[in-house]
């Protein structure tokens, strides 16, 4: 018999190119779906680069969206 878990499982993406970027969006949404089993927050270990003048984790945090590896597509607010 299996033991469930008290628990709740973290979940992070590490990367945030096109690959994390379109996983996170997925990861994200997954998350939120079973969330008895998981923190809602889902960090994304982003490496750091500036576009127009300002810095690629503020730009996600702020928009929700990847304007250089994924632009057009929202990622989870979670992520």
Avoid: D
Wanted: charged residues 20%; positive net charge; proline residues 4%.
């Amino acid at each position: 018999m299996l033991e469930t878990m008290a628990e709740k499982l973290n979940v992070c993406i590490v990367g945030s190119g096109n690959w994390g970027s379109a996983i996170a969006k997925i990861i994200g949404a997954n998350v939120s779906k079973y969330n008895n089993k998981f923190v809602q927050r889902v960090p994304m270990y982003v490496y750091e680069e500036i576009i127009n003048n300002q810095k690629l984790t503020s730009i996600i945090n702020e928009l929700h969206e990847n304007i250089k590896y994924l632009p057009g597509h929202k990622l989870p607010e979670n992520v």
